[in-house]
């Protein structure tokens, strides 16, 4: 009866330690899910920023149009990849694209603002300082949103390659999460928009 009573607390054991690994695993997936949800909030309000900037900016710029179609092309690009992304947050490819969509957005706004420089008159109108400003404040936003994020696929990532973990992650589906990272763009286009008029 000894080594039955044994094999059955060994078994008890080893049940213990899998659904905590599985339970650990999926209580950290949803932390980095809902961790992208909130950069995905405020990249959803820098897009919708965007078309009014272009707006206000079109009045004073109308022969720079190339500019400006370049700025809502990259938004456009940038709100498809960040839709996918919502989708399956962490999953690499989709993070990269929204990284590459992202820096091109970046791009096509460094282009904008360093252009409008050379008009006082839209430096100086009020909804460009106010959407400028408001941009400026997302940008923070996006930026500490995505630590968190990337505080949490690190946590996940840790835990799902960590011992025993390791052992239930791959058979469960628990996949390698993606860190969302910066694209390196020009040192002037990287800047976070900043309000100068």
């Known amino acids: 009866m000894g080594p039955l009573i044994f094999i059955i607390a060994l078994g008890a054991a080893i049940a213990y330690i899998v659904v905590e690994a599985y339970n650990r695993l999926v209580a950290q997936r949803n932390r980095y899910k809902n961790a992208y949800a909130q950069i995905d909030v405020q990249l959803q ?3 919708d920023l965007i078309p009014n900037l272009v707006q206000t900016a ?14 809502i092309l990259a938004r456009n690009i ?3 990849a960040s839709g996918r992304a919502a989708r399956n947050p962490g999953d690499p490819s989709v993070m990269q694209n929204l990284s590459q969509a992202e820096g091109a957005l970046s791009g096509a706004l460094g282009k904008l603002f360093a252009l409008s ?5 839209l430096q100086a109108d009020g ?8 941009l400026t404040s997302t940008e923070n936003r996006v930026g500490f949103a995505r630590q968190a994020f990337n505080d949490a ?3 996940y990532s840790t ?4 011992f025993p973990s390791n052992l239930i992650a791959d058979r469960f589906g628990f996949n390698a999460a993606e860190l969302l990272t910066e694209v390196a763009v020009d040192h002037e286009v990287r800047v976070a928009p900043r309000v100068s008029f």
Do not use: F, N, W
């Open 45 to 47: 309000r820098r897009y």
């Open 58 to 71: 079109k009045g004073y710029l109308a022969h720079e149009r190339e500019t400006l179609e370049a700025v």
């Open 78 to 80: 940038a709100i498809d």
């Open 117 to 121: 420089e050379s008009y006082p008159d």
């Open 127 to 134: 909804m460009m300082i106010q959407v400028m400003e408001e």
């Open 153 to 155: 696929v690190t946590l």
């Open 159 to 162: 835990t799902r390659e960590a």
